[in-house]
């Protein structure tokens, strides 16, 4: 059973525009919520996160936003540049005994920004 | 630069012969992690170590063990592997395992099983 869903496989964006990454997940007992992007060949690099504490987190040109009600967030870059063309994976922290949390991973959204 | 590093890029295999995967890490972290993704799936874990605390995750198949000899070094050892264990292998490191950690990952291993 998925609990983080990201439900759009790709998306393609104009440069210079606008983004949005979208991120389900079922389990009300996350806490906190990270975003990386992976580019072909290379690992996941962390991008930016949110405490479920937060409804928004910003870092440059890239947002994300958490509606806890609608457990959903969202990753907004703008303006787009050819070089976010990237997957990129939501991924929430899971408290599983003790002090120890691990990371649920979503699917990944492949982002291809068009010059 | 401080990074994690696995070995090889690509591993092929015959079904049923043992294969080992390397990583290696620079950053001095307590944890290392193996994930496992298979294509168009989100990474899995199958299990971390907290120095050479082993964790295992309750669905990982027997088949696929591990070992951490020092705080550089961690191996995913593949026992017999089968068609369905082909896909990239990442590892991961982090500091502790508290809610805020955050992972860096090597370049994964693809393994291929013919």
């Known amino acids: 059973d998925q609990q983080v869903k990201q439900n759009s496989p790709s998306l393609s964006v104009q440069e210079g525009r606008i983004s949005i990454l979208n991120c389900d997940y079922t389990n009300s007992m996350f806490d906190y919520f990270l975003w990386y992007k992976k580019y072909p060949a290379e690992g996941p690099t962390f991008l930016i996160s949110?405490?479920?504490?937060?409804d928004k987190n910003e870092d440059g040109r890239f947002t994300v936003f958490l509606n806890k009600s609608a457990k959903h967030l969202s990753l907004h870059i703008v303006p787009s540049q050819p070089g976010d063309s990237a997957v990129y994976f939501c991924?929430?922290?899971?408290?599983?005994?003790?002090?120890?949390?691990?990371?649920?991973f979503g699917t990944g959204t492949l982002l291809a920004v068009q010059p | 630069d401080a990074m994690v590093i696995q070995n090889p890029r690509y591993q092929v295999t015959q079904f049923g012969k043992p294969v080992t995967l390397s990583c290696s890490q620079t950053l001095n972290h307590n944890v290392m992690y193996w994930y496992q993704q298979k294509s168009s799936q989100a990474p899995k874990l199958l299990f971390h170590?907290?120095?050479?605390?082993?964790?295992n995750e309750a669905d990982t198949p027997d088949n696929f063990q591990s070992r951490r000899p020092n705080t550089s070094f961690c191996f995913l050892d593949i026992r017999s592997p089968g068609l369905g264990d082909a896909a990239m292998y990442l590892c991961?490191?982090?500091?502790?395992?508290?809610?805020?950690?955050?992972?860096?990952f090597g370049s994964g291993t693809q393994l291929s099983v013919l």
């Open positions: 991924a929430a922290s899971e408290r599983y005994g003790g002090a120890t949390n691990k990371l649920i």
């Open positions: 170590y907290y120095d050479k605390d082993f964790n």
């Open positions: 991961a490191t982090s500091r502790g395992t508290g809610v805020r950690e955050k992972l860096f």
């Open positions: 949110i405490s479920s504490i937060k």
